[in-house]
C-alpha cells in the first residue's frame, strides 16, 4: 500500500522567508500527486497536481510554486511567504487520477 | 455554481449512540462522492466512495446513502465510540473536459464525548 511522508510535521517562518515543504511517496510507481491546503474554516482546496516528472498543474493563482524532481517526490516552495500563506499543506497521491485518494499527514505552517 | 453543503457544522454526541451527517450538493456532471474522516491535525482519510449507480455503501460501522436525483448524501454512524471524534468531509467528484475534479465541503465536527 502507499504512504507518503511529509516533513515538517509543523513550521513557523516569519513573512518574506521562503518555504519549502517536501513529499515522498511510498509503494507505488508514477503516481499523480497533489498539493492542498486547508485554511481555518475554509474546505481543501487544490493548489497543484503532477502525473509526471516535470509535469505541474497549477490551479489558482498564487505565492506558491512546486517542482517534481522525481517519479516520488513532490516539493512546494515559496521565495517570500505571506501571511495569508498560513494553513495545513497536505500532499495526496491517487493512482489514475483523484478516485481515491492518500493523504499525508501534513504541514502546518504558520507565517507571522 | 458547483457546491458541496454539509450539516451540522458541528455536533455533540454521547459515546454509543448513531448520528447522521448531511451533504447537499449542486455539482454536475457528477462522478462520485466521497466520504472522509480528517483527525485533527491529520490528513483525510477515505470512509467511502459511491458511483452515480450507488445508493448506499458501508465500511464498518459507517453507512452513506446517495440520492443522486435529489443531489444528498448521507453518513450515518452507529454505536458511536470516542475515536470517532473528527471532522467528516464530503468531497463530490465531477468530470471538467478531460479532467477529473473534486468539491470538497467544509466538514461536519464531531465530538463523542464519553
Known amino acids: 500500500s502507499q504512504t507518503i511522508h511529509q516533513w515538517p510535521a509543523t513550521l513557523v517562518q516569519p513573512v518574506g522567508s521562503p518555504l519549502s515543504l517536501e513529499c515522498t511517496v511510498e509503494?507505488?510507481?508514477?503516481?499523480?500527486l497533489y498539493w492542498y491546503r486547508q485554511a481555518a474554516g475554509r474546505g481543501l482546496q487544490l493548489l497543484f497536481y503532477?502525473?509526471?516528472?516535470?509535469?505541474i498543474s497549477s490551479e489558482v493563482p498564487q505565492n506558491l510554486s512546486a517542482s517534481r524532481p522525481q517519479d516520488r517526490q513532490f516539493i512546494l516552495s515559496s521565495k517570500k511567504l505571506l501571511l495569508s500563506d498560513s494553513g495545513f499543506y497536505l500532499c495526496a497521491e491517487a493512482p489514475g487520477g483523484p478516485s481515491g485518494y492518500t493523504f499525508g499527514s501534513g504541514t502546518r505552517l504558520t507565517v507571522v | 455554481k458547483n457546491q458541496v453543503e454539509q450539516s451540522p457544522q458541528s455536533l455533540i454526541i454521547l459515546e454509543g449512540k448513531n448520528c447522521t451527517l448531511q451533504?447537499?450538493?449542486?455539482?454536475?456532471?457528477?462522478?462520485?462522492l466521497r466520504w472522509y474522516k480528517q483527525d485533527t491535525g491529520r490528513g483525510p482519510v477515505s470512509l467511502t466512495i459511491?458511483?452515480?449507480s450507488e445508493n448506499t455503501k458501508s465500511n464498518g460501522r459507517y453507512t452513506a446513502t446517495l440520492d443522486a436525483d435529489t443531489k444528498q448524501s448521507s453518513l450515518h454512524i452507529t454505536a458511536s465510540q470516542l475515536s470517532d471524534s473528527a471532522s467528516y468531509i464530503c468531497v463530490v467528484g465531477f468530470n471538467a473536459g478531460n479532467n477529473r475534479k473534486l468539491i470538497w465541503g467544509l466538514g461536519t465536527s464531531l465530538a463523542v464525548n464519553p
Open positions: 451533504c447537499n450538493y449542486t455539482v454536475s456532471p457528477f462522478s462520485n
Open positions: 509503494g507505488t510507481s508514477n503516481p499523480n
Open positions: 459511491m458511483t452515480f
Open positions: 503532477s502525473v509526471g516528472i516535470g509535469q
